[in-house]
């Protein structure tokens, strides 16, 4: 009865803008220093699918493939920092469309990594050797998509490729079974679509439901979604689908703003681009007026000496934000979440 309720508040306007205001100004996030141990590295900023959702349409961003020999050289650097929970996920791009996926993995498994965690749409997992895939080392593999059905394919992530994310499936969940694995597979639904409509797809309820564990799990349906800092709008999504409604996140100027967690964390876009936040960017990206860019880690020896260098900068930001300079980005963002932090 307690989580329906607190579900309800949560999922429903007006209550949810309501509470993530009040937990934004009152109750930040304790810190711990497990930011820092965590690190993000984009292998690729290409996709092969449109979400109606996602920024990714509006192309702000040049197509680029990591180059094996530069992520090598990032994995080595984090090592040497303490660095071992990795997120594979990219900022707007699809990780499997890197032909050295899984050797990527590895690499970082070599490296000590005891989590890595990867989002991806699922599609192109068959051309991969899954069973490699599942003893690689990665702990987390979050597959979005928006049903099991090839209609809402087309009209949620506008691509023709169910039939290949329904192979890619069929392949990572018979190998998971077999291979006894410990590998964990939610699937992340973006849709419009109730859980209920979910399970009742024909490939949900002939195939994947025999699966379905503790290790293998069918999250609740993501209806709500951010606006990319305002460049998404309702128009562009489908009834049953909502934009965000963007929360406050300070009584300043009576109040200093408590700092976004995800400025602790680094990220490294497939470019060799060094940024502070992971998670949202606008028009500016891939210039030099992206305000989150510390430096590209092709003007430096590692990862290591690109951080020691601009210490400053990365500071600056962190202080200019708990002053109530928050830029124009972070105004609109939802993902804001608060951190007790002095910088
Ligand atoms: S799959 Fe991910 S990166 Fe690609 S368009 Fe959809 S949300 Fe964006
Ligand atoms: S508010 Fe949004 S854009 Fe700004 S640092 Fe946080 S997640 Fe990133």
Request: net charge positive; hydrophobic share 35%; charged share 25%.
């Amino acid at each position: 009865m307690k989580n329906k309720i607190t579900d309800f508040l949560i999922y429903h306007q007006p209550y949810r803008v309501i509470l993530k205001s009040i937990r934004n100004i009152f109750f930040p996030l304790k810190y711990d220093n497990i930011n820092e141990k965590w690190i993000s590295i984009e292998v690729s900023s290409i996709c092969n699918a449109k979400c109606i959702f996602c920024n990714y349409k509006l192309g702000y961003r040049k197509g680029t493939l990591m180059d094996f020999s530069m992520y090598k050289n990032i994995i080595k650097s984090c090592q040497n920092m303490g660095i071992n929970k990795l997120g594979l996920t990219s900022m707007g791009g699809e990780f499997f469309l890197h032909t050295k996926a899984v050797p990527m993995i590895k690499e970082a498994q070599k490296a000590n990594f005891n989590k890595i965690e990867i989002h991806t749409n699922g599609i192109l997992l068959y051309k991969h050797n899954i069973k490699e895939l599942l003893t690689s080392g990665l702990t987390d593999l979050l597959i979005s998509f928006p049903g099991f059905e090839e209609s809402i394919f087309l009209e949620i992530y506008q691509t023709t490729r169910f039939n290949d994310f329904k192979k890619s499936i069929t392949q990572l969940l018979e190998n998971h079974k077999q291979l006894k694995s410990n590998v964990t597979i939610r699937f992340e639904p973006r849709t419009y679509l109730s859980k209920k409509q979910i399970k009742n797809s024909v490939f949900y309820k002939e195939f994947v439901l025999k699966y379905i564990s503790d290790k293998i799990i069918l999250s609740d349906p993501l209806k709500i979604f951010d606006s990319w800092s305002g460049e998404i709008k309702n128009k562009d999504l489908k009834k049953g689908m909502k934009l965000e409604i963007n929360p406050i996140k300070s009584l300043y100027p009576f109040k200093k703003v408590n700092l976004c967690y995800r400025l602790l964390t680094k990220a490294v876009k497939s470019n060799g681009e060094v940024r502070i936040c992971n998670c949202r960017y606008d028009s500016t990206i891939d210039t030099p007026s992206d305000i989150f860019c510390i430096g590209n880690i092709k003007d430096y020896k590692n990862l290591s000496n690109l951080i020691l260098k601009n210490q400053n900068k990365i500071k600056s930001l962190q202080i200019d934000f708990h002053n109530g300079n928050i830029p124009k980005l972070c105004k609109n963002c939802s993902f804001y979440v608060p951190v007790n932090y002095k910088p």
